[in-house]
Each structure stands twice: as structure tokens, then as C-alpha cells.
T-cell receptor, first 112, second 115 residues
Framework: KQEVTQIPAALSVPEGENLVLNCSFTDSAIYNLQWFRQDPGKGLTSLLLIQSSQREQTSGRLNASLDKSSGRSTLYIAASQPGDSATYLCAVRPPLNEKLVFGKGTKLTVNP | DTEVTQTPKHLVMGMTNKKSLKCEQHMGHRAMYWYKQKAKKPPELMFVYSYEKLSINESVPSRFSPECPNSSLLNLHLHALQPEDSALYLC??????????????FGPGTRLTVL
């Protein structure tokens, strides 16, 4: 059974700092891995999707990497801003299954 | 346009009421999803519709009844709910064609309170 773990559960940093969020999964057989952002009481916003054959994806100040063999992904946020404060969720899509398996998320606070 | 819309934004209902949640997308996506999310927890999948047919039902109680009238619309009919069903209900959609690149796009959710 696929399990997804995110460390740390919460992170507080000063504005301008570069930071890394971690995601690990137990079964390397995945179609893709997706990073989402969720603001309190709101829906999820898709940030990046990394296909199983890819090593990384970039969007603006965000860079996500995938090491499928070791079951790990990282989300790198450069020059963090208070507007980046949110909960970040990673999710993997197992093969032959439309169901995403989510981690419990990392709550990020960027202090001005 | 990568927008999924949901109505209503908030819903308060009694345990004997019947209500419906609505979800709509105009991205031509062929897969649509209902998730339930409790506070400080990740979303839990409830149902998946693929090409307007129910493809996944995650053993959801029958008091929740999904419906997909057409490829753009997804409803969730609610009847005889319990207070523990209070949660944020999220709808999502995806192209549903190529699994490798199949990004799910989420709506803003409906905050449901059952009294």
C-alpha cells in the first residue's frame, strides 16, 4: 500500500529565505507526483506535476525534484515571501489507478 | 482557463434535509472527482467519474449520492447526513487521458456544516 510522508509538518522562516519541503513515498511505482498549495479553507492549487520519467520541474521560484528510485521528492522555494504562507501537499498517482495518495502536508509560514 | 467552480460556497443543513453540491468545469476534462477534507487533514477521495461513468467509489455511505449529468457537470446529492459529515467538499477535474501528465485541478470547495 502506497504511503506518502511529508516532513516537516510545519515550518516557519523569515522572508527572503530559500527553503526545501520534503515528500517521501513507499512504492516507487508511480505515474506522477504532484505538488499542491492550499490556503486555509480553500481548494487546492496545482503547483507542479513531475512525470515518473522526469527528474525535475520548474515554475518561477518553485523547483520540484523527483528521485523515484529512492521514493523522494523535494519542493524548493527560492526567496520566500509572506504570500507563500500556506499548506503544501504532495500527492502521488499509483499506476492503473485514478486515485491520488496524499501526504499530510507541510504548513509553511513566511514571516515579514 | 483552468477553473473548476463549485456551488454553494457554504451550506448548513439539518440531518433530515436533502441538498446538493454542484461542480462545473469547461476545460473539456473527462475525469471528475469528489473529495472530502476534514480540518488539518489531506483530502480523501470519495468518487471518480471517468467519461461520465462512475469508476471509483471509495466505500462511501449511501447518504452521499454522486451524479454526472454531462461531461462538464458533477453533482453530489446529500440526504440524512450526520454531524461528522461536516467538512470541506472539494471537486476536481483532469483530462483523464494520459495518466503520466494528468494534472488534477481543484475547485474552491463547499464548506458543509451538518447540525
Amino acid at each position: 500500500k502506497q504511503e506518502v510522508t511529508q516532513i516537516p509538518a510545519a515550518l516557519s522562516v523569515p522572508e527572503g529565505e530559500n527553503l526545501v519541503l520534503n515528500c517521501s513515498f513507499t512504492d516507487s511505482a508511480i505515474y506522477n507526483l504532484q505538488w499542491f498549495r492550499q490556503d486555509p479553507g480553500k481548494g487546492l492549487t496545482s503547483l507542479l506535476l513531475i512525470q515518473s520519467s522526469q527528474r525535475e520541474q520548474t515554475s518561477g521560484r518553485l523547483n520540484a525534484s523527483l528521485d523515484k528510485s529512492s521514493g523522494r521528492s523535494t519542493l524548493y522555494i527560492a526567496a520566500s515571501q509572506p504570500g507563500d504562507s500556506a499548506t503544501y501537499l504532495c500527492a502521488v498517482r499509483p499506476p492503473l489507478n485514478e486515485k491520488l495518495v496524499f501526504g499530510k502536508g507541510t504548513k509553511l509560514t513566511v514571516n515579514p | 482557463d483552468t477553473e473548476v467552480t463549485q456551488t454553494p460556497k457554504h451550506l448548513v443543513m439539518g440531518m433530515t434535509n436533502k441538498k446538493s453540491l454542484k461542480c462545473e468545469q469547461h476545460m473539456g476534462h473527462r475525469a471528475m472527482y469528489w473529495y472530502k477534507q476534514k480540518a488539518k487533514k489531506p483530502p480523501e477521495l470519495m468518487f471518480v467519474y471517468s467519461y461520465e461513468k462512475l469508476s471509483i467509489n471509495e466505500s462511501v455511505p449511501s447518504r452521499f449520492s454522486p451524479e454526472c449529468p454531462n461531461s462538464s457537470l458533477l453533482n453530489l446529492h446529500l440526504h440524512a447526513l450526520q454531524p461528522e459529515d461536516s467538512a470541506l467538499y472539494l471537486c476536481a477535474s483532469s483530462q483523464g487521458v494520459n495518466a503520466d501528465t494528468d494534472t488534477q485541478y481543484f475547485g474552491p470547495g463547499t464548506r458543509l456544516t451538518v447540525l
